[in-house]
């Protein structure tokens, strides 16, 4: 079993970049597919970006692509979101998730059966 736990979320004003890290502990992070989400006031939780276990392959939501870029470091059993020309649209709580069935990229929701806490991310306009 792994444990998620995120960081680096914050208030930053429109156009700004910010850098999520998610840390794991418990298991290797190179044994789970992983996912950020993201839960805005009054709406569900949605996937924006998604990473295989070996790192080779990422897929974006549309609103995100071209902004946001998700990595990992298996040395440092981190997974990392940068955000960049961040919109008020953007504001959320942020989760990070592990799948621990999966492989490849996994877009369907209901794969992650493990997640983090959730960091805020504000930004102003």
């Known amino acids: 079993q792994v444990q998620l736990v995120e960081s680096g979320g914050g208030l930053v004003q429109t156009g700004g970049s910010l850098r999520l890290s998610c840390v794991a502990s418990?298991?290797?992070?190179?044994?789970?597919?992983m996912g950020w989400f993201r839960q805005a006031p009054g709406k569900e939780r949605e996937l924006i970006a998604a990473i295989s276990r070996s790192g080779g392959s990422t897929r974006y939501e549309d609103s995100v692509k071209g902004r946001f870029t998700i990595s990992g470091d298996n040395a440092k059993n981190t997974v990392y979101l940068q955000m960049n020309s961040l919109k008020p649209e953007d504001t959320a709580v942020y989760y990070c998730?592990?799948?621990?069935?999966?492989?490849?990229?996994?877009?369907?929701?209901?794969?992650?059966?493990?997640w983090g806490q959730g960091t805020q991310v504000t930004v102003s306009s």
């Open positions: 418990g298991r290797p992070l190179s044994t789970y597919a």
């Open positions: 998730a592990a799948a621990s069935g999966a492989f490849s990229v996994t877009w369907r929701a209901s794969a992650y059966d493990y």
